[in-house]
């Protein structure tokens, strides 16, 4: 699949993922990456297996300096600006990025256009 981005951009973001899922996965640290796509998008799914971030705290975990408190300590450090410019360069993309967390694993979606190869 390809895409037309930014490469900086682009890969400050997914710097930013696969970085979050590597800080906050279980010890090991074992992180999953699905890419899948179809004729018009691509999808790119960062699973880590660290602790579950609580569903109030989904819809914020994108703004700007929110920490989740159970999964952030002094340890782990963090800004809470990481998620957020992840988000800003994705929709810059004309993309979307969404997480879903559970004993499962919390998993990290994003959605890109696709452009034809002969652009």
Sequence with gaps: YMICADGMLIAR??????GNAI???????????DISGSENKVKVAITNYGNVIPESDIPFIFDQFYRVDTSRNEETGGT????????????EHQGSISAKSSLSGTVFEVILDTTNKED
Excluded: D, H, V, W
Excluded at 13 to 18: G, S, V, W
Excluded at 23 to 33: A, C, D, P, V
């Design 13 to 18: 973001a997914f710097e930013n993922l696969i």
């Design 80 to 91: 809470g600006l990481g998620l957020s410019i992840t988000k800003a360069i994705i929709e």
């Design 23 to 33: 800080k906050y996965g279980r010890t090991g640290k074992i992180i999953k990456i």
